[in-house]
């Protein structure tokens, strides 16, 4: 079959073998020389990048957006395999298999004979039979399992909650907040030091970690979750900071030559616009 002839004029629907087929020639000796240059190194920013716009599509309402943006997550996946099968190391169909034994050996309440009656009861079931299969046979290891590779807030929270499965976790969500109280206080014991020298930043540096951390134990027990409560509060600092701005310029003023009291005084003002009575 000629590739190039096959494909060229656009089609109605696809399926996923034309997926794997168009990628295997983009990256043949007649398709594109930037696709046969590329490595699993090479292409793992891409990864990343295809999956927060996935999130952030979801975020949108949109769902052709995330109809979009779930393809380009796929074209990741079969560039991977298309890697890998050139190397020799597995292929595509290798990647479906491998994921339809983990939904089947993982689901155990469903093929097997274990039991779950709540989503809470599903979880558990999951990451037990997920131990058993990678030989996790402490807390400790599968805290370690955790990539290194996630953003910090979303690695803190899921190793917490691997300790908290074996109970070494706050009873009450009061106990975080008064660790917050307790690590902000040693943050402020060590940024008044008076010698300031390498040692002081990296135990600056450690002090705020802990209250990093604690802050996600803390949103945790709340059931919030921090990595997006993160995001949405970095999306209304630049909504509101967009406000005022444009508010300081309708009224000849600019941002330079302003105090932050002055500044203060705008922000206070657009806030209150955008919630109503001020309230947060």
Request: proline share 2%; aromatic share 6%; charged share 35%.
């Amino acid at each position: 079959m000629d590739v190039r002839s096959e494909y060229a004029k656009l089609r109605e629907r696809y399926t996923i073998e034309d997926l794997v087929a168009i990628m295997d020639f983009l990256r043949s000796p007649d398709g594109c020389p930037w696709d046969r240059e590329q490595t699993h190194a090479s292409l793992a920013g891409n990864m990343l990048e295809e999956a927060y716009e996935v999130v952030d599509a979801i975020g949108s309402g949109r769902p052709e957006r995330l109809c979009d943006e779930l393809g380009d997550v796929m074209m990741q996946v079969v560039f991977h395999a298309d890697l890998a099968r050139a190397e020799g190391t597995f292929g595509f169909e290798d990647v479906v298999t491998g994921i339809c034994r983990k939904l089947v050996s993982r689901h155990t309440h469903v093929f097997g004979a274990d039991e779950a009656q709540t989503a809470s009861d599903v979880v558990d079931t999951w990451e037990r039979n997920k131990r058993k299969e990678k030989g996790l046979r402490t807390t400790s290891a599968s805290m370690r399992e955790v990539t290194r590779s996630l953003p910090a807030l979303t690695r803190s929270e899921k190793v917490q909650k691997r300790a908290a499965k074996v109970g070494f976790d706050w009873a009450e969500a009061a106990g975080a907040a008064d660790k917050i109280v307790e690590e902000l206080a040693e943050v402020r014991e060590v940024a008044c030091q008076a010698i300031q020298d390498v040692d002081h930043a990296r135990r600056l540096e450690e002090e705020i970690g802990d209250l990093l951390f604690s802050v996600v134990n803390y949103a945790r027990k709340l059931e919030v979750e921090p990595e997006l409560a993160l995001d949405r509060a970095c999306e209304k600092f630049i909504l509101r900071f967009t406000d005022m701005e444009a508010a300081i310029r309708a009224e000849g003023g600019e941002l330079e030559s302003m105090s932050l009291e002055e500044m203060d005084v705008w922000w206070e003002r657009v806030k209150s616009a955008r919630t109503p009575g001020g309230i947060q």
